[in-house]
């Protein structure tokens, strides 16, 4: 006779650390068919604490049972060193893509329209700013923050090229190129915005370069990983004016030293890493948490696989 799924048992998992998310993740933990348990007893693992990556090794080591381990982000850089082939292993990965592509507009919009300078100057000036409507926009990176990013440009009629590591088509890309024709692509760019995974050949993909492309009325957006841009290269770029700009939700460290020079020039806006802020990524974890245990209950497919070899 076939076991149906409503006669499965219920899966054990556990939520650790304990911090603020734990207690509505248990929540979602339930609410997606499992009970929740200590780690000793869980054959998966919740992973709550994004600022705690160091606590996830001894509770692994100490629980080698555990078949699948959900973490809370997108980015796996604080894991790499406990992320292994034993264990089914998922990440935040498509989950924040809505919030993100929608900080990704508004720092263009902000950008291109002279917001930093109107809301820095202390007296009436001239008009200053460009529109988004009908602008060559240039996005590096084919996930979800891209997929959702096209949904939000439709309206402003822009002209959108992707650039990625395979030429795949994307819906609302005017065109889709692979990553060696960057730099041509950036020629005609009025806006740049970087929405891709850091692994070692996307760091510093925007350098001299390729701000040398830009044309000097462009703006830089960056909501994906600081490293993406050599600070050094951006801060010639801005200081010099061969770029109209950068908007930063992303910075290299973070945070952004208090005394560091992007905070003075009057063409960068920077914002502290707050394009998906932890009210926002909560219901929207929470939302993926359940459907992952359901799935886990089911054998099917977990949503956002980690590939460990790839950093993404």
Known sequence: MTTTPAALPRPQIAVEPPCWRADELKVAVEAGGADVVSSENATALIWADPQEPHLLAPILSSNPHMDWIQLPYAGIEPYLDVIDSDRRWTCGKGIYAEPVAEMAVT???AGLRGLVTYS???????????ELRNANVVVLGGGGITEHLLLLLQPFNCDVTVVRKRATPLSGANRVVETNELIPS????????LALALTPETRHIIGAAELAAMPNHAWLINVARGAHISNEALLDALTTGSIGGAALDVTDPEPLPDNHAFWNLPNCIITPHVANTPEMGLRLLKRRVTENVRRYHQGETLLGPVYAELGY
């Not at 820095?120 to 460009?130: D, F, M, Q, S, Y």
């Not at 950036?186 to 915005?193: F, G, K, M, N, Y």
């Open 186 to 193: 950036l020629r005609s760019a009025d806006v740049v915005i």
């Open 107 to 109: 720092l263009a919009l």
């Open 120 to 130: 820095r100057a202390k007296t009436w000036g001239a008009p200053i700013g460009l």
